[in-house]
Every structure is written in C-alpha cells, then in structure tokens.
C-alpha cells in the first residue's frame, strides 16, 4: 500500500504554496499483503481487518486515548472488517461520523480516517478554521486512496496543517465483506450505465475504477486485464480506464515497485449482460435464501426473534457474516444440507458438553463438583447454544416461507426454463412450457415472484411472440410500473419479442446446464450461472481471446484458445443431499456425491472477477466453488450485491412508465 510520510507533516507546514511540490515516499505493502500466499490463506476480510488494526495501532494514540472519525465510505470499509471493540483496543475511545454533529474535544488527538473528496477535506478542514478554538488536538490524516495536488495545496493553505502528525495514503476503498468478496458501494450503477441516454455512465465507470485500483495497490500487484468482449461496451471502457488509473497510480506512489511478474494476478471484467437470468432465480443455497426471501439490512444485519427463558418474545439485531463461527461453513450449503449439518453438530455439541447441558435445566440442587464442571464451560455452551439457536429459528423461518410463497412448484418451472428441460431430462419448449407458466400465474403466488417467472421466461426463450406476451400478462394481472421491469429488459441486451431486433448490446444465446457425470443434482438448483464457466475458461487458460481479449499485455505462455464454448453455455456441477424436513420432501432430495474437501494449499496467481451492475449471492457462491476446484484464490467483487427484488427495482428504474406505452 503507499504510505505518504511528508516528514512528520513538515513539509506542509515549513514550504510556501508557490514552492510546493508534493513528495510521496512509498512504504512496502504490510505484511500479509506483499505475499501473495500468505495472503491466499488468509483471506482478503482477514488480511484487510489486519492491515487496518496495524495501522491504527501505528499511530500510538496513547492514553486517554484519540478520536477516530470517518465518512461514509470508510466507515462502511472499516466496519466490515473490524468491531468498534478492536479499534478502541487500539487508542480509540471514540468513533464518529464526519458528516454528523460532533462536540469538539480539543484535548483529545484525532485521527481522520476518509476519502479524498472535497466534501471530506471541507468538513475536516472546517473542524479547525478557527485557530483559537480547534475541534481536536494532534491530526493523524488517512486518506483511502491517493490524494490529489490540488487537494494537497488545500490543506497547506487550512489552519489544520499545523496539527497533523500523519499523513497517510492508505489504498482502501473497497468493503472486503468477506473472504473473497469485495464491493466497491456503487448501488445505483446499473441506472448511471444502462439506461438509455445516460450522461454520467463514463464518470461513473472512471470513479468504479478509481476503487478498484486501491484493491490492487494494497496487494502490490499490477494485473493482467481481461474483459467481455461480446457484452454490453461498459465492460471493454472500464477495462481500459482501470489500466490507466493503474499505470498512473504505480507512477505516482511506487505501488508495483515489488510485484513480482510471475505473481500478476488477473482481472477479469463482466458486466451484467453476461446473464440477466442468475439474478431472477431462486437459489437455495443458505446465504442466498436468506437475502431473497428475508429482511437483511446492510448486507449482513438481521432481526433475531426468539423467546427468552420466561417465555417473553424478544428481537436483537444479529450479523450474518464472518465474525459467526457457523457462517462460513452454512452460507454456501444447500438449505437442506445446511438443515442436516446444523442438527448433527447439535447433537454433537450436546453430547460434548453433557455437564453444562445439564446445570442449564436443572432446577433442583446440585453437588459442588458437577456445579464446578459445569460452570467451567457454562459461557462458551451458552454462547454456541445461541448461535444454533439463531440458525435452526432462521432455517425453519425459510422453511415456511418456501411452502407459503408455493416456491416448490414456483422453481421447478423456473429450472425448466432456464435449462431447457425438467428434471428427468426432457425437453421442455413451446406450447408445453407456455401452459405450465400461464397455470402459474394464475395462482395465488406473490406479484414480485410473477414478475420475476415473466422475466425469466423472456430472457430463457430470447423473446416471446407478441399474441403470448398479452396472454401471460392478462394471467399475471401486472400493474403498469411492474410491467417496467420485463419491458426495460431490453436494455441488458435481451430480445423481448420473436422478429424484433435485439436490444443495444449482442447479446450470446444463454447456455443449458447438463447434469454431470456424478448424477443429477438438487432439481431446484440446477442452474448454474454463467460467470461460474467465463471464470472457469480464465483460471484454465482456454477462455477464447476473441470472447475475452487482454487490455494490454498477456502472461507468456498463456494458452487461451481462438475456439471454444461461448461464456452462455454452463454447466451443473451441484451435489445433493436428502433434506430432513418433515411434510412432502421437496424436489430437490435426489441424492449425488458430496462436494470435495477444499486442499490445504493454493496454487498460482490469483483471479479477481469483477461485475459491473451488481453481482448475485450465486455468483457469489461460484467463487468459492472454483477456489475448492482448482487450488486457485478467485475473489469477487462487483459495484453492488443484487438480491432478486433489488434487481427487479434497478432494471425497473432503467426507464420510467411514462416513457412507454405498455398497453400497445
């Protein structure tokens, strides 16, 4: 990462405006960070959480301690790695936001952890425009990423410079929210780079990019570039601008100074018209079912509701992320793996901590020694008791719902039209798919779940014939603004009716999926998204050049093929399991082999796939899926995580109802 050190702010403070001329010496990356397996191993969450507690810890607050304020972005890249907790062991006594009313503590040191913007720089600045009576006492400045002269010049000409003790460069815009998975907060792109006539798609690409170089300038390494080439034009620009803002940043800070060749990492750029389909599935994966069909705020905040040992219902707010010991391992199994797993490690937890167990019931007396055996793992029992207690309440909460939203008979047909054939393997096209949808939604199933089943079958079939648009939407019995959604697909390339012209972009013919040489997976999952195989042909060398060119240079040797499958095609590759739930057993309990443990060691440099206009919790998922597969860290990260609804909304917002005439 840069670190600029301007000789304990000295050069500020010391040089006239008209002789400034900025120099920014470069510190090596921080341990974890220069070695590219280490870093593997660790994971980004881990080694970005590492990166920020070093560096805080570096500033040596001291006692009382400081004050650590940040604006929106930083607090939203700090809080998803780091508790409140671990920074305040570090000097913190107090964590505030720059954009709120702060009371001014002047005794204290104040470290400002924010973007360089000149709404940023403004507020800091202001917190000491009077001399006489600053906010804060000592400034440590850390800029997220590299700050530009002019704002240099700003500062030098504010009352803050006298006070600033560090002055930093940190190369940290992005959220790292898991171990491989990273956003860069652009919630809004899809608008700002697919509606039509959009004015502000080339600045929000430029800014997207801007982000995406402090990622590779915190790990030392300068990639090599990759893009859809056959996909909408927003892939191939950002491609382009990412390698300039690269270039440029190396330049300017030294940050590749030590990469070494052999260990260049690869992007790959997508955007989101590589499959309109992944983001209007249902998925039952245990993460991906929670954020489609439950509350989830902030990607990761939810609403426990449980009862309390007197029978008294009760809500806390939980995090669904890393910092839960379950997480990792439920979040990608199916829900009726995950089901099983949790019931059996229970029932194993249980009969490890039989004394604990067994004070937590009692209510007659008990002797000294079972009382001091028990007690001893009374905390921890109850710590893990609460967090199986918060999954089972979360799997049964699914469970519901999926039997009153129907999702049973909801995503058979949605499988059969995204692979073309149900599940014994039959075709399934025409007339006999058409009556299967117009039976569905004529039942009573959710208006979001029917826009989603229409729009699922318009990008599965490449468009309908006009005389079946308006019988499945008489059956759906859309409002106008829902009808937005399906018509507005045509600006992500996909052809909405039979004869028509396609959309602005190429769109390829979407791939079906094949059950694999293991056995048939779940029949409700048999879908597998297609950046799952674009990836995969990277990782291995046989993505074709003409599918996915290099920006600029290529690894020598590289083997990438002139031919091959289009990135559409995909393939199934999901074991199964019997899920035990009781009732009918839904459809997706055929049995197949279970997924391989993931090797002990990577190997090779690593893939950063990339997704403008917002990547699935699928997608998500299929990152892990290839780091098991072959030994190779693949990392993704996107402008925002979409949840089926969220992807509706954005496609919907693409262009308003009153531009249209929906009823033609």
Known sequence: AATLALSGYQVLREESAESLSPVRPVAPPPSGFSSRRRATMRGLRQQTRDRVIEIVRSLQLGDPGGVMVVDKLARRAVSAVCRVSEIMDEGVTLFEALEAARDPLPDFPVVYLI????????AMIDDFRDPRSPKYGDVHVLFTSHLPDSFLMKLKASHVVQRIKTFRELNFEYVAFEAQAFLLEFPQSMAAIYAPKTVSAEHELHAIAGRLATLFATYGELPYIRYSGKGHPSAQSLAFIAQDKLERLGAATGCFAGARRADRPTLLVVDRTLDALAPLLHEYSYQAMIHDLLRVEDGERYEHAYETNGGVEARKPVLLNETDPLWPTLRHMHIADCIEHLSSSLNRFLAENQSAAKLSKKTGGVDLREMSDALRGMPQYQEEMARYSLHISITRELMKRFKDNQLEAISTIEQNMAVGEDAEGREVKGP???????????????????VRLLMAYIVSQEGIRDEDRRRLMDAAGL???DQMAIINLF??????????GKGPTRRRPMGRARPDDGGAGYDLSRYTPALKKAAEEVLL????LAAYPYVKDRPAGDPSAGSGAGPGDVSLDMGSRKAPVSGPEPSWASRGPRPRKEDAALSGPRLVVFVIGG?????????????????????????????PQAFVNNVKSLKKLDSFNVGE
């Open 541 to 544: 060398g046989t993505a074709p």
């Open 115 to 122: 973007t360089p913007t000149v709404e940023s720089i403004n």
């Open 479 to 481: 409002h106008p603004e």
């Open 491 to 500: 600006y992500l390339g996909v052809t909405l009716s039979r004869g028509s």
């Open 615 to 643: 990547a699935t919790y699928s997608e998500l998922k299929c990152a892990y899926e290839l780091t098991k597969a072959h030994n190779r860290e693949v990392i993704i990260g996107s402008t925002s995580m979409l949840t």
């Open 432 to 450: 006999r798919l058409l009556e299967q949808l117009l039976d569905m939604l004529r039942r009573d199933i959710s208006a979001a779940d029917k």
